[in-house]
């Protein structure tokens, strides 16, 4: 779990965790305001629990996990046509507003309302059932609910909020590729080199 201030172009703050957790968010904030860091607003990767911490600032979910979220559910060539609607809607994720966003969802959503409610029945046993397109289902309502916080950036100008995590992904992207050439590593030296980049990753 990394902080990176985008200002600073600097990762402040970092600690391995097994899970990602509020209580282990709210215990870096905690640390790094002790240090006398002030948060005038964060950007996640979307993870909703996360939010409650930084619920006194304003919060914007990276565009570019959302994209890959809605990926995930339906791949990058849907098969039915109504994937292939939604996903060229994410597609567009960076030149909408929240309003435009919500209007283009309610048009998909009313367009294919029914289809979304279609149910597969369980041939073992007819009393169990489950929705036939639900990886459909979950990509919109990904998208539904994270639409509140997807654009905070155009509402703060002042704050010059980033619309996605990209300067920490960077970071990220240049350590996997060091611990791949190095991967004999034990993990305590690992750890090491793991810390060394962070630290000094400036880009």
């Not at 172009?9 to 282990?24: F, G, R, S």
């Not at 996640?44 to 619920?55: A, M, P």
């Amino acid at each position: 779990m990394v902080f990176r201030s985008f200002d600073l172009k600097q990762n402040l703050y970092w600690t391995e965790v097994k899970t990602e957790t509020t209580a282990v968010y709210r215990e870096a904030r905690q640390l790094l305001e002790e240090l006398g860091y002030t948060f005038e607003a964060v950007i996640l990767d979307g993870k909703k629990g996360v939010r409650e911490v930084f619920s006194d600032i304003p919060v914007q979910v990276c565009q570019f996990h959302q994209m890959a979220a809605v990926t995930r559910y339906l791949t990058r060539r849907p098969k039915l046509e109504a994937g292939k609607e939604l996903r060229m809607i994410a597609l567009d994720l960076t030149e909408l507003t929240e309003n435009m966003l919500l209007l283009l969802l309610d048009a998909w959503h009313e367009k294919w309302g029914g289809f979304l409610k279609e149910r597969t029945i369980n041939p073992d046993n007819p009393k169990k059932w489950f929705y036939t397109h639900k990886r459909i289902r979950s990509a919109y309502r990904s998208l539904k609910t994270n639409a509140p916080y997807l654009f905070t950036y155009q509402q703060y100008p002042d704050l010059n909020i980033p619309n996605t995590t990209n300067s920490l992904d960077g970071s990220f992207k240049y350590l996997k590729q060091l611990i791949g050439i190095h991967g004999g590593l034990k993990r305590d030296r690992r750890w090491r080199l793991i810390e060394e980049v962070l630290a000094g990753f400036k880009h």
